[in-house]
C-alpha cells in the first residue's frame, strides 16, 4: 500500500504555478522558458506517478503493457526534472566560458547515461517490471533515480561556488540549501516505501527554489506592463555590449498632482505602450518616473528616442487640454561606461544633474570623462572609509593661523582636513568634503578631525592658544555628540577650551532645541563654540544670540560686497558694533588683500584669518609661525 496525498498536493499546487508562470513570465526568455518546463515537469512527474500508484494497487495482468508505460512516462519525468532545474540554475549563474564545457559535459552525462538506463528498462528490467503473479517489481538498478538527483544536487552547488561572485547571498543560499534538502527527503523515501516521495516531494523543494530565484529576476509591472527594473539589473550585470537608455519624467510629481489618478494612469499606459512600439521589449519600468530602454544600434535608437519624445511629451488630456510631459534621456554604452548595474544607475544620476542644467537638450550622452568623474568619485569615496580615522597619516589636519589684531600676533588656528599623499595624490577640500556630505561621512571626518587637533594639544602642552574644529550644527542634534566631545577631551588630558567648535550649516525649527540643548550641556563643561560663516545665510541672528556663542565669524562674502558698496559697508559696520554690544567677539576670515585687511581693520575686530596672513600649513610649519611670526601681515612668512 501507498500513500500518495503528497502527490495529489503538489499536482495542485504545481498546476497553479505552471498557470501563473503561463500568464506572467515573457516565456521568450531562455530563463523563464527553463522555469516553465521545471514547473510542467513537476505537474505531469506528479500526475503520472497517481496513475502509476493506481495501477500498482489495482495490478491487473491484461494492463501489463499500459502499466509499464504510464511507470515509463514517470522515470522519464523524473530524471528530466533535475536535469531541466540545472539547467536553469546554470542560465541563471552565467557560467564563465572557461568551465562551461567542464559543466556541460557534467551535465549531460547522467542524463544520457538515465536515458539508456530506462530505454534497456524494457527488455532487461532494470528499474522496475510488471510480473502477472506479483505485480510491480523493483530491479537491480532501481535506485538510479536517487543517484542521478544527488549527481545533480552536487553540481549545482559546485557551480554555485564557482560563480559565487555572480549571484546574490539570498540566491547563494537559496541554491546551496538544495543539496541538502534533497539528500533528507532521499532518505526518507529509501527507508520508508509507504510514503511515495519518489522524487515528487522534492521537487515541491524545487518549486520553493525556482520561487526564491525568480523573486530575484523579471516580473512585470502591473501598472505599466513592462519588465521591471530587477530583470534589467540581471541582464546588466552580465556585462552585454549594448546601449542603455535611461528615459525620466522630469514633471512626475507636477503631472500626478494635476491630473486626475485615471488620467494620469491612462498617460503611463500610453507612455509604457509607446516604449513596447518604438523599442519592443527591451523596455522597463524602474521607479515611478524613470523608465529603460536597451538597444544595440546606437544610430536607430537615437532616431527612436528623438520620434519617441516628439509624439508623446504632448499627452492629450481631453478633446480641448493638453499637458506637456517634460522627458529626458540618458544614453550610456554597456559595458565600456558601466560594468554592472549600481555603477550604470549611480553614474545615470550624476548625468541627470548635468543634463537638467543644459538647457534645451533633452538627450544627454555620456563620455569617458563622465565615467572617469565617476570614478575618481568612487576612489575618493573608498580612500576616505579607509583614512577616517586618527591613526591615519593620508587624512592629515593643516592650521591656517588667526591673528589677533589687538596682540599683534597668531594665537590660535582653524583645523583643516586635508588628503595628501594618497594613491590620486593631494586631493583637495573642495572635492572630498563635498563626497564626503553626498556619502554620509561628513560626521566622521568632524570626528577624525577633533580627535586629531585634541592630539596635537596634548603633544604640544606649551601651546597656549587653542585650536577650532567645525562641526555642521545638524551634528549637534545627534544624542551622543556630547559624550563623544567630552570623552575625547577627557581621553587626551586637555582642557574643554583648548578646542573651540566651529558650528556651521542649518537645521530645521524641530530640531533647533535638541541643538541648543546640546550646545548648552557642552558649554557648561567649559566647550567653546564660534559661529561660522555667519553672513551666508544658514541662520538667523535672533537664532544664533540663543545659542552659547562666543565669537562670530564674517564670511567672506561680506566683505566681496563691502567692496563693492558703500551702503553695505556702512551697514556691516553698524552690524559689527551691534554684536560687539552684546559681548561676542568678532573674527573675520577670507582676508586675502591689503585693501581688505585695511578695509575691516576700521571696524575695531578682534582677530583676522585669510591667505594675507597665512594659507592652510601642515604641523611642523604652523609651529614655527607660532614661533616666529608675531607683528604686521607684511613682516610674517610668505605664503
Request: glycine residues 6%.
Amino acid at each position: 500500500m501507498y500513500n500518495c496525498l503528497g502527490e495529489i498536493c503538489i499536482l495542485i499546487l504545481s498546476s497553479v504555478l505552471l498557470f501563473n508562470t503561463f500568464l506572467s513570465f515573457n516565456l521568450r526568455e531562455r530563463k523563464n522558458l527553463l522555469f516553465f518546463i521545471c514547473v510542467a515537469c513537476t505537474f505531469l512527474s506528479a500526475f503520472t506517478n497517481i496513475i502509476s500508484i493506481y495501477h500498482i494497487e489495482h495490478f491487473d495482468a491484461q494492463l501489463i503493457p499500459l502499466s509499464t508505460a504510464i511507470s515509463s512516462l514517470f522515470f522519464l519525468l523524473l530524471g528530466l526534472t533535475p536535469f531541466v532545474f540545472v539547467c536553469y540554475v546554470f542560465d541563471f549563474l552565467s557560467i564563465s566560458w572557461k568551465l562551461k564545457k567542464a559543466f556541460y559535459v557534467a551535465l549531460f552525462a547522467p542524463i544520457l547515461v538515465y536515458m539508456i538506463v530506462l530505454a534497456l528498462n524494457f527488455k532487461f528490467n532494470l528499474i522496475f517490471r510488471y510480473d502477472q503473479a506479483l505485480g510491480y517489481t523493483r530491479g537491480a538498478l532501481k535506485n538510479i533515480t536517487y543517484v542521478e538527483s544527488a549527481f545533480y544536487a552536487m553540481l549545482i552547488l559546485v557551480a554555485v561556488l564557482c560563480n559565487r561572485k555572480m549571484i546574490s547571498r539570498r540566491m547563494k543560499i537559496t541554491f546551496a540549501l538544495y543539496p541538502l534538502l534533497e539528500s533528507g527527503i532521499m532518505l526518507v523515501q529509501f527507508f520508508s516505501t509507504y510514503w511515495v516521495m519518489t522524487g515528487t516531494s522534492s521537487f515541491a523543494v524545487l518549486l520553493l527554489v525556482y520561487l526564491c530565484a525568480q523573486s530575484d529576476l523579471l516580473e512585470y509591472d502591473l501598472q505599466t506592463g513592462l519588465l521591471t527594473g530587477t530583470h534589467l539589473e540581471s541582464i546588466v550585470n552580465k556585462g552585454p555590449r549594448a546601449y542603455l537608455t535611461i528615459i525620466s519624467i522630469e514633471n512626475y510629481a507636477h503631472l500626478e498632482s494635476c491630473l486626475s489618478e485615471s488620467v494620469f494612469r491612462r498617460m503611463l499606459q500610453e507612455i509604457s505602450s509607446g516604449l513596447v512600439q518604438f523599442f519592443g521589449r527591451n523596455s522597463y519600468h524602474l521607479s515611478a518616473n524613470k523608465f529603460a530602454v536597451l538597444s544595440s544600434n546606437l544610430a536607430a535608437l537615437k532616431k527612436d528616442i528623438r520620434n519617441f519624445f516628439w509624439q508623446f511629451e504632448n499627452f492629450k488630456v481631453d478633446k480641448n487640454s493638453v499637458c506637456n510631459v517634460d522627458f529626458f534621456a540618458i544614453v550610456l554604452e554597456l559595458p565600456s561606461h558601466a560594468k554592472n548595474y549600481s555603477e550604470a544607475m549611480e553614474l545615470t544620476e550624476r548625468l541627470l544633474v548635468l543634463a537638467r542644467s543644459a538647457k534645451g537638450q533633452k538627450i544627454f550622452f555620456c563620455h569617458k570623462g563622465y565615467v572617469d568623474e565617476l570614478n575618481r568619485t568612487r576612489t575618493i569615496c573608498g580612500i576616505l572609509e579607509r583614512e577616517l580615522n586618527i591613526d591615519s597619516s593620508q587624512f592629515q589636519i593643516y592650521f591656517q593661523p588667526i591673528y589677533s589684531a589687538k596682540e599683534r600676533r597668531f594665537v590660535f588656528a582653524e583645523a583643516l582636513a586635508r588628503l595628501v599623499g594618497t594613491e590620486i595624490g593631494d586631493v583637495m577640500p573642495s572635492e572630498f568634503i563635498p563626497i564626503a556630505e553626498s556619502r554620509g561621512l561628513i560626521g566622521q571626518l568632524g570626528k577624525v578631525v577633533f580627535e586629531k587637533a585634541c592630539d596635537f594639544v596634548c603633544r604640544h602642552k606649551d601651546f597656549t592658544g587653542s585650536i577650532s574644529v567645525n562641526f555642521f550644527i545638524s551634528q549637534m542634534v545627534d544624542p551622543e555628540i556630547v559624550d563623544f566631545i567630552l570623552g575625547t577631551i577627557e581621553k587626551f588630558e586637555i582642557r574643554p577650551g583648548d578646542v573651540v567648535i566651529e558650528i556651521t550649516g542649518s537645521v530645521s525649527a524641530d530640531e533647533f532645541d535638541s541643538v541648543r540643548r546640546n550646545m548648552l550641556r557642552l558649554s557648561g563643561k567649559g566647550v567653546v563654540f564660534y559661529f561660522d560663516d555667519f553672513g551666508m545665510g544658514c541662520l538667523n541672528f535672533a537664532s544664533v544670540i540663543t545659542l552659547p556663542i562666543k565669537a562670530i565669524k564674517i564670511s567672506r562674502s561680506f566683505i566681496l560686497m563691502m567692496e563693492k558698496n558703500v551702503e553695505f559697508f556702512r551697514f556691516i559696520k553698524s552690524f559689527i558694533q551691534s554684536l560687539r554690544d552684546g559681548s561676542l567677539k568678532i573674527l573675520v576670515e577670507g582676508i586675502e588683500t591689503k585693501a581688505q585687511d585695511q578695509m575691516i581693520m576700521l571696524f575695531d575686530v578682534d582677530f583676522v584669518q585669510g591667505f594675507l596672513y597665512s594659507r592652510p600649513i601642515p604641523e611642523q610649519e604652523f609651529l614655527s609661525v607660532l614661533k616666529n611670526g608675531a607683528g604686521l601681515p607684511t613682516s610674517l612668512p610668505s605664503n
